[in-house]
């Protein structure tokens, strides 16, 4: 099976034939900051999914942070390119938890640490929910959801 990083390769591919300018574009600088993310690394091997979804995950973010931007500087024009971008960079995470899911993972996180949190053992708590789901989840999401377990 192919990895992450040979499939988005193949993506560019299929997109420069389709003449697809968005898709392109995205795809080219997903390529680009794997490969930022390699020499990071120092890997002389190509990145693992997990490396490689982790830098997926990264550029939503970016992406998010600047629709925000965006929007609050009217520019809507701008924040739909970003929305789009990110509808396709969704293609490439690994499929996303349900908040029932992530409750769960929380839930058995805490009964781990014998049971008892608090708001003060939020750090903790989300480092290892967080350590357990890798990138089925988003980070924004799991937060909510430990928030709103911890004060509960």
Do not use: C, H
């Amino acid at each position: 099976m192919p990895n992450l990083s040979d499939k988005i390769k193949s993506d560019l591919t299929e997109a420069m034939r389709a003449k697809d300018a968005l898709r392109l574009d995205v795809l080219r600088m997903l390529l680009s900051s794997l490969k930022n993310k390699k020499i990071e690394l120092g890997n002389k091997e190509e990145l693992t999914d997990d490396q490689a979804a982790a830098v997926v995950k990264s550029e939503i973010k970016k992406r998010r942070d600047s629709i925000v931007a965006y929007e609050d500087g009217g520019r809507q024009d701008l924040a739909q390119k970003e929305a789009a971008e990110i509808g396709i960079l969704n293609r490439y995470l690994p499929a996303q938890m349900g908040e029932a899911e992530i409750e769960k993972e929380v839930m058995a996180v805490i009964a781990e640490m014998g049971g008892e949190a608090s708001p003060r053992d939020f750090g903790q708590v989300m480092g290892a929910v967080m350590k357990r789901i890798g990138n089925k989840a988003d980070g924004n999401t799991v937060s909510a959801i430990l928030k709103r377990i911890l004060t509960g």
